[in-house]
Nanobody, 127 residues
């Protein structure tokens, strides 16, 4: 059974950085796509970033490109989200998601694409 466990969230001042981790277990992920989504209070869930495990190709929400970086560690079965220059609008619960990677890249931005989700980790940015 696939399990995704996020960690690394917390309280950070505006302008600071955080690195989130998503530890994946339960199967081989070499043919999977992994993604990060976030949901702020009163707002819909939104796509943050995705990575294809096999190729390492990355995809970002246009508004976050340049500040956020997604990466993976094959040996540790872990996906990371490095977040820099954080501001109050980045305050949200961040979720890791996973799915078999068998479609076009644009589908990676849709939450409906992902079969597996972590429990989420809270990121709070104070101004």
């Amino acid at each position: 059974q696939v399990q995704l466990v996020e960690s690394g969230g917390g309280l950070v001042q505006a302008g600071g950085s955080l690195r989130l981790s998503c530890a994946a277990s339960g199967r081989t992920f070499s043919n999977f796509a992994m993604a990060w989504f976030r949901q702020a209070p009163g707002k819909e869930r939104e796509f943050v970033a995705a990575i294809r495990w096999s190729t390492g190709s990355t995809y970002y929400a246009d508004s976050l490109k340049g500040r956020f970086t997604v990466s993976r560690d094959n040996a540790k079965n872990t996906v990371y989200l490095q977040m820099n220059s954080l501001n109050s609008e980045d305050t949200a619960v961040y979720y890791c998601a996973a799915s078999v990677d068998n479609g076009p890249a644009y589908l990676l931005r849709s939450g409906n694409r992902y079969a597996y989700w972590g429990q989420g980790t809270q990121v709070t940015v104070s101004s």
